[in-house]
């Protein structure tokens, strides 16, 4: 009788332990350093018990690069990851064009649904940031919804190239708003280095039209952050129109690889369930 108590309270603990998993805080989103580190941002796509980041940061020389992460949820509002630098050989032709180095590790533990720290280690050096939301109202992001996707109205998550899986490597991150998206755009530059360019785009009548920017900054690995070296130029446009469902967009734009008269579909990057849903 007693190893059958002692076995049931284990099987409650468990029990406990998965549902205080299963019901925590959806962090989907754009997050940030808060004004003292504006300039730099981490877009989050959290389903289920993983959530998937891309950091739109500086590397060495102050030029813009990314890095992204999938991490698994390892201790309670806690989520840590192998981090990945990609890169884009426009010239092959005998296989993939993209490919992925591992290049350090991070954490991510949130303190609240607003409010978190962003721990890294790169090339031997660690650092630790806090992180807030981009936006002070956050849409509420559910995993796994019931509702059918295509009806879907927030367009707040990682976006790639329709049909999925078809031209990996490249990502929109939308945190959106009624009449206003903000946007990330990874991409890559002519050498084939990722890149990224940040803009909001306001909506009418459901085109949201972006102008983009590039920026340079501190280093990933500067001890301090200093948010007035922080330099934008002009990057170019991009227009997104809704699709006829909420899981679908189109981008247009003139930014590299891009031209004018090319359109991109873009669906959600779903890796578990029917994805997130946010509104």
Known sequence: MKTLRRLTLLALICAASTLSFAQQPNYQGLWWGGPSEGGWNISFSH??????????????AG???????????????????????????????????????????ATLVFTSTGTGTFSYRVGGVERSKPIMRFVSTPAACVFNPVADPTLWKNYTDIWWADPAGSDPGWAVAISYMPDLMIITLFTYNSDGSPTWFFGSAAGVYGDYDANLYRLTGPSYLAPTFDPNSVKYVDGGYIEIERGAAGNTLWLYGGVFGLPDTSSRKLSRFVFRGKGTSCE
Do not use: C, N
């Not at 389903?47 to 060495?60: K, N, S």
């Not at 005998?94 to 590790?105: H, I, N, Y």
């Open 47 to 60: 389903q289920d018990d993983i959530v998937f980041a891309l950091w739109a940061t500086y590397d060495e």
């Open 63 to 105: 030029k813009a690069t990314w890095f992204s992460m999938t991490a698994p949820q390892s201790g309670p509002d806690t989520f840590s990851g192998t981090l990945y630098k990609t890169h884009y050989d426009p010239i092959r032709t005998d296989g993939p064009r993209v490919s992925a180095t591992e290049v350090g590790s």
